[in-house]
């Protein structure tokens, strides 16, 4: 009988079939990998296990004990424990270590007798050495590693005596040596006969913690392997099932000339470096997975975080220590959080298009509103922003308009490049589109463009050359013409990135 | 008409929609205009010349104060020490007339250079340091409160007086070019009353028509997407407190011009009806966002309501009520709908 047996799971949302007629188990003692794109609905299924999320049907069994949770207490009664991705959300940041290690005798308890720290501080030491795991009892939560806190969620979750836990993509914020430390622990709980459910997109770390993996793609479990016996070429197949053709994109015809390069950019939340160019007239895409390091990095680059390296614009030495001297250098930048950093939401559509080039408005100082009203109608007109008014406050309008915006702001803007952050974002199938005619149009007319993204379709689409970025650092480039899917997932997943052979055999059979 | 039409349900959801429309655009100029209307009922000697340029020249160091809470409340700070500031530079123009006999020109100069310097220094304490505007303002309040009464001894500075420190008389007065400013008229109007007007009026044309003005706007509407955009948000910020101090400044000149003495802890009460003056001003043509235009209502409402209320004989400690009343009402209006 297995530990956790998963049986025709279906959930929707609204008319979305995120899950559909999933079967999955998980047997004592064993690791079972999830893989799949975004979107292939491993999240949901993790948070109907977990009791974030109710099933729309189907049964789960915990040793063969039929199970219905409504909410994560419920599954935690039952034994199922997650390690959240974000840490942070799971722990509380001003206590120190021992009280979030002991936050059940703090909640759960059900007499309002004094707290014995004695007893407490020797509880935490035991669950902390069930994971081998030493952190000083009373340093604050808020000023422990990645890794210590990660520690601590494991601890916990062991100590609720879980039977089975589930670890959202756990060593992406670990270093090799903390992912080793970690696999102790893993190899260790597997001997304690705890089930484990690891989602990952590391192909070399699923081979090596993991007996068996299923694939998702679609809401559906298209596949169940045996780790060791399958190619992870094989995986990447299946997880991105049929490629897509790529008849969409028109090679288009660049200069050659290079109008924007960084060398060696430290980018300071990924401790990595990175040396890219641009040409006149060319998109350079960015593909990566889900915190592989892309915003960090554009960011890096825009002068938003505080960066070492060197940036030269029309072959030009800059010192970019600001957005303010990236913006003077002629970069523009359209960020992944649009609403929180790419428009102001409560001013109108006219004042979010005249801000960064708001000088040309008011050359004396005093705003040319008429101007600055005109020139918003006809942008409004050119890029096809939807709004009542270029007076309506930003908003009220919907998010492909508000994206339209976030770019269209920069037009005014005598900018050469143009470095965007996932724009796709949230967007509905038609603003996307405007969104790449509005790119394609911009490289037509000599600027550069830097395109981050996790939607590596898009890249196939649109851009001229791409690089593929893995834990902050680009481990491949191609040309458009030379890309597949497969090979991006490849690299993007730490995959053999090197070895080119390898690739040019994927390219061969990967192209339809 | 007894039967409803379908049709007429969307009909009366419109009126709805538009008469709360109405009251958060112009809910608070009504309520100045009930308060005017009932004052000028209840009392007959309210709406007189003389009374309503007494409400102006009482408000016009209020409104002051006010603007210089506004700028810090633009950029989405806030400035706790400006009652202080107003108090240093009553007591430093004081000091400056009657312990140094300085010039009119001397005596201007000072406290505004010393506003300033305030400025720069909560704009350093929240801008650089990040401590948060509140409680960093807050200990600059303190700070500065400290440094007047210890600069004064405590005493309250006034033509003669004996010198603190026992060294016989003092050898300056309050000279009458300097108390023009508070006291004096220009076409039978208070002169107070026409700074105000002017220095509104001025602020306005800046905050909408002019970059700088945007700019500030931009910087508190949202910081992150500001400095994306180019904006360099932490130097608008910084301005920002140090307008802030010059106004408390300014303020503080006119207060001791009115006053014909350097009172010590004089500006304390205006640090809250500047604030008020500026929170009411949010709702003013349901602007929603602090605006000068609405921060001049807002101390005119303040103005009207102490003077109706004292001609009234309520006392003075029970007006606070009624401010804070307004006050809760005003930012219901701007607060109301905004979690949409």
Redesign the interface.
């Known amino acids: 009988m297995s530990l956790l047996q998963v049986q025709q799971l279906t959930k929707s949302f609204g008319p979305v079939d995120v899950l559909k007629q999933v079967d999955f188990s998980v047997e004592p003692g064993e690791v079972h990998a999830l893989l799949g794109v975004n979107g292939a609905g491993k999240s949901t299924l993790v948070k109907i296990l977990s009791g974030d999320y109710e099933k729309d049907s189907g049964i789960i069994q915990i040793n063969g004990e039929e199970v219905h949770f409504t909410s994560p207490s419920e599954a935690q009664a039952k034994g199922i424990a997650i390690v959240v991705q974000e840490v942070d959300t799971g722990l509380i940041p001003n206590l120190p270590v021992v009280e979030n290690l002991t936050l059940d005798l703090t909640v759960g308890g059900k007499n309002s007798r004094p707290i014995s720290w004695k007893k407490r501080r020797r509880i935490a030491k035991e669950r902390l050495a069930k994971v081998n795991t030493h952190i000083p009892l009373n340093q604050l939560t808020e000023d422990c590693t990645l890794s210590q806190k990660q520690m601590i969620l494991l601890a916990r979750a062991v100590a609720s005596e879980a039977k089975i836990i589930i670890f959202d993509e756990p060593t992406a914020p670990l270093s090799d040596h903390e992912t080793k430390q970690l696999f102790q622990v893993i190899e260790e709980l597997k001997t304690q006969g705890i089930g484990m459910i690891y989602i990952s997109h590391r192909m070399q770390e699923i081979s090596q913690i993991a007996e068996r993996m299923t694939v998702m793609r679609d809401g559906k479990a298209v596949a169940v392997y045996e780790t060791g016996k399958v190619s992870s070429e094989e995986v990447i197949q299946t997880m991105l099932g049929k490629q897509l053709h790529k008849a969409d994109y028109h090679h288009r015809k660049i200069s050659g000339e290079t109008i924007f390069e960084i060398d060696h950019l430290s980018v300071p939340e990924t401790g990595k470096q990175v040396s890219l160019t641009v040409g006149a007239g060319e998109i350079v895409g960015v593909a990566g997975l889900v915190g592989a390091g892309k915003s960090e990095t554009a960011n890096a680059i825009?002068g938003?975080t505080n960066a070492k390296g060197k940036w030269f614009v029309n072959g030009h030495s800059v010192s970019i220590k600001?957005?303010?001297h990236?913006?003077?250098a002629g970069l523009s930048?359209i960020?992944e959080e649009r609403r929180?950093?790419?428009?102001?939401?409560?001013?109108s559509v006219q004042?979010n298009l005249s801000?960064?080039a708001?000088?040309s408005?008011?050359p004396a100082?005093?705003?040319n509103?008429r101007k600055e009203h005109q020139s918003a109608l006809q942008q409004i007109e050119e890029l096809g922003i939807v709004t009542s008014s270029p007076k309506a406050l930003l908003k009220h309008l919907s998010g492909g308009n508000q994206q339209k915006v976030s770019i269209g702001?920069w037009l005014n803007h005598d900018s050469n490049v143009f470095i965007f952050d996932e724009p796709t974002k949230g967007i509905d199938i038609g603003a996307k589109n405007d969104v790449f005619r509005l790119i394609t149009h911009l490289a037509d007319q000599g600027k550069g463009i830097l395109y981050f993204t996790s939607e590596f379709d898009e890249l196939l689409q649109i851009a001229d050359r791409i690089l593929v970025m893995a834990d902050g650092e680009i481990t491949d480039e191609m040309q458009n013409q030379e890309a597949t899917e497969a090979r991006l997932m490849t690299a993007a997943t730490g995959g053999n990135a090197v070895e080119t052979a390898e690739y040019k055999r994927l390219s061969a059979t990967g192209r339809p | 008409m007894k039967q409803l039409n379908i049709s007429d349900y969307p009909q009366q959801a419109d009126l709805k929609e538009r008469i709360v429309n109405f009251f958060m655009k112009f809910g608070t100029l009504l309520a100045l205009g009930l308060i005017i209307v009932f004052f000028s009922l209840t009392n007959e000697q309210f709406l007189t010349y003389g009374n309503i340029t007494d409400i102006l020249r009482s408000i016009s160091i209020v409104t002051l104060v006010a603007i210089g809470v506004t700028f810090s409340m633009i950029v989405g700070g806030f400035d706790l020490s400006v009652g202080s500031t107003v108090s240093l530079a009553t007591v430093a123009s004081g000091a400056l007339l009657v312990w140094h006999s300085q010039e009119l020109l001397v005596v201007l100069i000072v406290p505004l250079v010393l506003g300033a310097l305030i400025g720069l220094i909560n704009a350093f304490i929240v801008v650089k340091i990040r401590i948060p505007d509140l409680i960093g303002t807050l200990a600059v309040m303190y700070i500065i409160n400290g440094v007047h009464l210890t600069y004064t001894k405590g005493y309250s500075i006034y033509g003669n007086m004996p010198m603190p420190d026992g060294s016989g008389t003092a050898p300056g007065i309050f000279i009458p070019a300097f108390q023009f400013i508070g006291q004096g008229r220009l076409f039978n109007i208070p002169f107070p009353v026409i700074l105000m007007v002017v220095i509104v009026a001025l602020v306005h044309l800046f905050l909408n028509y002019t970059r700088a003005g945007r700019l500030f706007y931009m910087t508190g509407g949202n910081k992150e997407a500001a400095r994306l955009s180019g904006v360099p948000v932490n130097r608008y910020r910084t301005y920002a407190y140090v307008i802030s101090g010059v106004f408390a400044a300014l303020a503080g000149i006119v207060l001791a011009a009115r006053i014909g003495t350097g009172q010590v802890s004089a500006g304390d009460p205006l640090l809250m009806d500047g604030v008020a003056a500026a929170l009411i001003g949010y709702s003013v043509f349901g602007a929603g966002k602090p605006n000068v235009i609405g921060t001049f209502v807002g101390a005119i409402i303040i103005g009207i309501l102490l003077n109706g209320l004292t001609m009234m004989n309520v006392p003075y400690y029970a007006q606070d009520i009624i401010k804070g009343g307004i006050l809760v009402g005003a930012l219901a209006l701007t607060y109301f709908r905004k979690k949409e």
């Open positions: 825009f938003v600001s957005p303010s990236a913006v003077n930048f960020p929180k950093s790419g428009v102001m939401i409560e001013s004042e801000l960064p708001l000088k408005f008011s100082g005093w705003i509103r702001k």
